[in-house]
């Protein structure tokens, strides 16, 4: 793809979203950050966080600056990035394997994830040198080879590739369910089983350090493939027809799909429909355009986690529910008015 193109592809829909898409997200961080079990007034948001950027000096109570800049800031950043990531990934797996029900979690990467989390922390694989969130992420990458070695084996179409990711995802399930019953105590099984729902609770700065990196790398390359997504709505055989590279194409969004997925299952667990009902939902909006369908479908999906999140430390006092749980409850009933609102075109 020509330079000037990749540059025109890249700055005409950040022109379009970028001003009112990033005062929407702004709104959501900081309504996320102040919202809780103890309300925080937005002036006092400003505050903590102009002290830490900038050394302001405002005079805050250490204790709600804990909260804010060690806790709920960085826990909202993250699922606003997470969200973002999810939702990028769940629109490039629908536009290159033409399936309405593709999301991020089709390739087994969060099967996959779970295992590796798991192997960890039962059986101490890594010898201490990994944490749980650098085993996830090995068992994700690890996943995602081995299913694309099965459908590249049977053939590497798209069907073959949905087929790998369902067996390979229920072979990763099957793996996890073992080593928990094994050997997991009841302790280590209840972490365990809160993480693979979907944790925030333990997200600090460093992960947001690579959360976001990851979101943004994934929302540069999804850009500059605009024309090659909006090619592939018509098939593989299209897009090669009008010059599309399909195999560097394929490999290349595929590949940050599933860099963005195993980082962010590594970071916060298994959160389920984000990739599969934002991008939906966001067509019926903006149309099947990816140069709008893109930027509007990370918003989206930034916004729902961040609001899912806030929900999901609220919804019983004194106890945080695990954000993949919030996220079905929405997500499922949400799913299902859009299939049959499209039930002619699913």
């Known amino acids: 793809m020509p330079r000037k193109t990749v540059l025109r592809a890249l700055l005409r ?20 950050v102040a919202i809780g079990e103890t309300p925080l007034p937005l002036p006092m948001v400003a505050a903590v966080t102009a002290n830490n950027l900038w050394g302001a000096g405002y005079e805050v109570d250490l204790i709600d600056a804990g909260i804010i800049w060690n806790y ?3 826990r909202t950043l993250v699922a ?8 990028l990934s769940g629109v490039v797996l629908q536009a290159l394997v033409r399936n309405a029900l593709a999301d ?4 087994g990467v ?90 925030l609770s333990v997200v600090r700065w460093p992960d947001v350090w690579l959360a976001l990196p990851a979101a943004g790398f994934g929302l540069l390359v999804c850009l500059a493939f605009v024309r090659s997504m909006d090619a592939f709505s018509f098939g593989a055989n299209a897009a090669a027809s009008l010059g599309v590279s399909v195999r560097r194409v394929q490999v290349m969004l595929i590949g940050v799909a599933t860099l963005m997925t195993a980082t962010m299952v590594s970071l916060v667990g298994s959160i389920g429909f984000v990739g599969l009902v934002i991008p939906h939902a ?65």
């Open 282 to 346: 966001i067509r019926l909006v903006v149309g099947p355009r990816h140069a709008r369908l893109i930027p509007a479908s990370a918003l989206a999906g930034a916004v729902f986690l961040i609001a899912t999140d806030f929900v999901s430390r609220m919804l019983i006092p004194g106890q945080v529910i695990p954000i993949g749980v919030v996220t079905a409850l929405v997500g499922a009933p949400g799913f299902a008015l859009i299939i049959i609102h499209n039930r002619r075109r699913l």
């Open 72 to 74: 709920r800031l960085p």
């Open 13 to 32: 829909p950040v022109a379009l979203w970028g001003v009112p898409g990033g005062i929407v997200l702004l709104a959501a961080v900081l309504a996320g």
């Open 80 to 87: 606003a990035a997470c969200g973002a990531g999810l939702a």
């Open 104 to 107: 991020p979690y089709l390739l």
């Open 110 to 199: 969060s099967a996959g994830a779970s295992t590796g989390a798991v192997a960890v922390t039962i059986l101490g694989l890594g010898g201490g040198m990994i944490g749980i969130s650098g085993g996830a992420f090995a068992g994700a990458v690890l996943a995602f080879i081995l299913v694309a070695a099965l459908a590249r084996a049977a053939g590497g179409g798209s069907a073959q590739l949905v087929l790998a990711g369902v067996a390979g995802s229920a072979l990763f399930n099957a793996i996890t369910s073992f080593l928990i019953a094994k050997s997991a105590n009841a302790e280590q099984a209840r972490g365990i089983m809160f993480w693979l729902l979907g944790n």
